[in-house]
């Protein structure tokens, strides 16, 4: 089992920053990748991004370029640098970690991020 707690969320200004961070823990060494998805109200749950245990990452396509995701080597957390906020970007953000060989995936009941003037 692996239990994953987000943190960082908030209200911010367009064009501003926010970090979320993602702690994880239990069976730290079955985690294979991490990742944050979000869920605007009335939309589907959408990837923003996901790294692998060699590090290698991925994005949504709204996201590039504004957004990076990092982690420690030994996957206690994954950190969620958000920058060039919109309006569009609000949305609940969960981060998730998904197991080696079974793919089982973990959720964490996630975290409010409001971008608004």
């Known amino acids: 089992q692996v239990q994953v707690v987000e943190s960082g969320g908030g209200l911010v200004q367009p064009g501003g920053s926010l970090r979320l961070s993602c702690a994880a823990s239990?069976?730290?060494?079955?985690?294979?990748?991490m990742g944050w998805y979000r869920q605007a109200p009335g939309k589907q749950r959408e990837l923003v991004a996901r790294?692998?245990?060699?590090?290698?990452?991925n994005y949504g396509g709204s996201v590039k370029g504004r957004f990076t995701i990092s982690r420690d080597n030994a996957w206690n957390t994954v950190n969620l640098q958000m920058n060039s906020l919109k309006p569009e970007d609000t949305a609940v953000y969960y981060c998730?970690?998904?197991?080696?060989?079974?793919?089982?995936?973990?959720w964490g009941q996630g975290t409010q991020v409001t971008v608004s003037s």
């Open positions: 998730n970690a998904v197991q080696y060989n079974t793919g089982t995936t973990f």
């Open positions: 239990g069976s730290v060494f079955s985690i294979y990748t």
């Open positions: 790294i692998t245990s060699r590090n290698f990452t």
